[in-house]
């Protein structure tokens, strides 16, 4: 494991990593102005996973943000809990639960239990840092299969065994995790309408609900107002900690 510090090639090593998310996830509105603070406040808890050849399989980042412990408390979602994180790092609040931020791992590398490892490794920089509790906006990614299934209905699926049918929520879950709810408004991405069709390389040729790739539910395009728009919810798990 290197955290961010200790790996200074990282750029050049892990990033064919990124191509694991939608290009139009890099263009959320709401915390990016407050995304630079919270990287350079916990360096420590953004990491990578190399294994025995020393290849990089897995990126993770975290960051602390002050929580009472009651759902009426937390974050909207994650926009808002980067928010909160750079919001509590610049009033010098002491905070006391970690916030999980992103774990990516290796396409080549997925179904090796490399996931949940580093959820784990997650869950112990925490534990050696302190954190009272720790929560993480789960994006359940195969959602993306079923666009027009609202979260609230898609979080009830389940699989024979009795976990969750989302493969991330199931790694959570199987590291211990209970759900604390739905994050409606976890992530927001504008654009015009021609930014969505070279994020998306879609065409749109009139105003309406679209279905995108990566997409965990249809984006809005709005000729009349130039405007696409984006609400993704995801979902607030808790991990038990020590």
Same mark, same amino acid.
Request: hydrophobic share 40%.
């Given at each position: 494991?290197?955290?961010?510090?200790?790996?200074?090639?990282?750029?050049?090593?892990?990033?064919?990593? +990124?191509?694991?998310?939608?290009?139009?996830?890099?263009?959320?509105?709401?915390?990016?102005?407050?995304?630079?603070?919270?990287?350079?406040?916990?360096?420590?808890?953004?990491?990578?996973?190399?294994?025995?050849?020393?290849?990089?399989?897995?990126h993770a980042q975290a960051m602390g943000i002050r929580w009472d412990g009651t759902k009426d408390n937390l974050?909207?979602?994650?926009?808002?809990?980067?928010?909160?994180?750079?919001?509590?790092?610049?009033?010098?609040?002491?905070?006391?639960?970690?916030? #999980?931020?992103?774990? !990516?791992?290796?396409?080549?590398?997925?179904?090796? %239990?490399?996931? $949940?490892?580093?959820?784990?490794?997650?869950?112990?920089? #925490?534990?050696?840092?302190?954190?009272?509790?720790?929560?993480?906006?789960? @994006?359940?990614?195969?959602?993306? $299969?079923?666009?027009?299934?609202?979260?609230?209905?898609?979080?009830?699926? &389940?699989?024979?065994? %009795?976990?969750?049918?989302?493969?991330?929520? @199931?790694?959570? &879950?199987?590291?211990?995790?209970?759900?604390?709810?739905?994050?409606?408004?976890?992530?927001?991405?504008?654009?015009?309408?021609?930014?969505?069709? !070279?994020? !998306? %390389? @879609?065409?749109?040729?009139?105003? #309406?609900?679209?279905?995108?790739?990566?997409?965990?539910?249809?984006?809005?395009?709005?000729?009349?107002?130039?405007?696409?728009?984006?609400?993704? +919810?995801?979902?607030?798990?808790?991990?038990?900690?020590?």
């Open positions: 494991m290197y955290t961010l510090p200790e790996f200074p090639d990282y750029e050049a090593r892990a990033g064919h990593l +990124a191509s694991q998310w939608a290009d139009f996830v890099y263009h959320e509105v709401d915390s990016k102005d407050y995304y630079p603070t919270m990287v350079q406040a916990y360096k420590d808890l953004h990491f990578f996973l190399c294994d025995e050849n020393d290849e990089v399989v897995a974050p909207l979602g994650w926009s808002d809990a980067i928010m909160r994180c750079a919001k509590n790092s610049l009033e010098g609040d002491t905070v006391n639960t970690l916030c #999980g931020v992103s774990v !990516t791992v290796a396409p080549n590398r997925t179904g090796e %239990g490399i996931g $949940r490892k580093t959820i784990e490794t997650m869950k112990q920089l #925490g534990i050696e840092a302190g954190y009272e509790r720790m929560i993480v906006p789960v @994006r359940p990614s195969e959602k993306s $299969r079923y666009p027009l299934i609202k979260m609230q209905d898609y979080v009830t699926w &389940q699989n024979d065994d %009795g976990y969750f049918f989302d493969k991330w929520l @199931r790694i959570h &879950q199987r590291a211990g995790a209970k759900m604390l709810g739905i994050a409606a408004h976890s992530m927001r991405v504008l654009g015009t309408v021609n930014e969505w069709e !070279t994020w !998306t %390389g @879609r065409h749109f040729p009139a105003t #309406g609900m679209y279905i995108v790739d990566g997409a965990l539910n249809p984006i809005i395009i709005d000729h009349e107002n130039d405007l696409g728009t984006y609400i993704e +919810a995801n979902v607030w798990m808790e991990h038990p900690m020590p």
